[in-house]
């Protein structure tokens, strides 16, 4: 998918998450706060067909929690992301050997979008929510061109170079849980992705034509509620 469509679907799916999230707002009650929101992530790419290690990641972004009926709020919101993962490559092999392979840096950078089901244990305080959550990404970015012509791990010509387009849309599961201050507080989540990430790599003309990924990531992030 192209840039321009892809920010169209994000425009699109912001709306709609808006309008559904403020028409349950005002049945269940009148608390709505705005948030800005900013965290450290542990992200990974679940694959047979990559030796991936996990990298530190950040995001930041807005978020907006509404009573919606009884103990449940709703949450909405976006976060800009910068995703780093590590991947095993090396050197082609040499009449004799194979260099020992290192582990290559590589970034994600997107735009993530949410919707949330809260349940409050203790209004205002402490919280667990679920629900689903798309992201909107650019291609998988080698983070030091000097490395493009090194060979991935586990296979015999595929460069590290060649495994950057990566699919640009992608749905995931969101589970955490929220706690502190009624304006501050902390939440931790997990995410599990829904679709294959890898799937943009099966029409490269590479060795695999059956890439299979699924993203990983596990999110501490603090939240400032106005």
């Given at each position: 998918?192209?840039?321009?469509?892809?920010?169209?679907?994000?425009?699109?799916?912001?709306?709609?998450v808006?309008?559904?999230?403020?028409?349950?707002?005002?049945?269940?009650?009148?608390?709505?706060?705005?948030?800005?929101?900013?965290?450290?992530?542990?992200?990974?790419?679940?694959?047979?067909?990559?030796?991936?290690?996990?990298?530190?990641?950040?995001?930041?972004?807005?978020?907006?929690?509404?009573?919606?009926?009884?103990?449940?709020?709703?949450?909405?919101?976006?976060?800009?992301?910068?995703?780093?993962?590590?991947?095993?490559?090396?050197?082609?092999?040499?009449?004799?050997?194979?260099?020992?392979?290192?582990?290559?840096?590589?970034?994600?950078?997107?735009?993530?979008?949410?919707?949330?089901?809260?349940?409050?244990?203790?209004?205002?305080n402490?919280?667990?929510?679920?629900?689903?959550?798309?992201?909107?990404?650019?291609k998988?970015?080698?983070?030091?061109?000097?490395?493009?012509?090194?060979?991935?791990?586990?296979?015999?010509?595929?460069?590290?170079?060649?495994?950057?387009?990566?699919?640009?849309?992608?749905a995931?599961?969101?589970?955490?849980?929220?706690?502190?201050?009624?304006?501050?507080?902390?939440?931790?989540?997990?995410?599990y992705?829904?679709?294959?990430?890898?799937?943009?790599?099966?029409?490269?003309?590479?060795e695999?034509?059956?890439?299979?990924?699924?993203?990983?990531?596990?999110?501490?992030?603090?939240?400032?509620?106005?």
């Amino acid at each position: 998918m192209s840039h321009k469509k892809s920010i169209f679907v994000t425009i699109v799916l912001l709306i709609s998450v808006t309008a559904f999230a403020q028409r349950g707002g005002s049945r269940g009650g009148d608390y709505n706060r705005l948030g800005l929101q900013a965290g450290y992530s542990i992200f990974d790419i679940s694959t047979n067909d990559l030796q991936t290690e996990s990298q530190g990641s950040f995001q930041g972004g807005f978020t907006t929690r509404g009573s919606y009926r009884n103990n449940f709020d709703l949450i909405y919101g976006i976060n800009f992301i910068s995703n780093n993962i590590g991947i095993k490559a090396g050197l082609p092999c040499g009449i004799l050997d194979c260099p020992e392979t290192q582990t290559l840096t590589y970034n994600i950078i997107g735009a993530q979008i949410n919707l949330l089901a809260s349940y409050n244990i203790i209004k205002h305080n402490l919280s667990v929510e679920l629900g689903p959550m798309l992201m909107i990404n650019g291609k998988m970015k080698l983070d030091d061109d000097r490395f493009k012509d090194y060979i991935v791990e586990g296979y015999a010509l595929t460069t590290a170079e060649e495994i950057q387009n990566i699919n640009t849309i992608n749905a995931a599961i969101l589970a955490g849980i929220t706690g502190g201050h009624e304006n501050v507080r902390l939440n931790i989540n997990y995410q599990y992705g829904l679709t294959n990430i890898l799937g943009g790599l099966n029409d490269q003309n590479l060795e695999n034509t059956d890439f299979k990924g699924y993203t990983s990531t596990i999110t501490v992030a603090g939240i400032i509620y106005f």
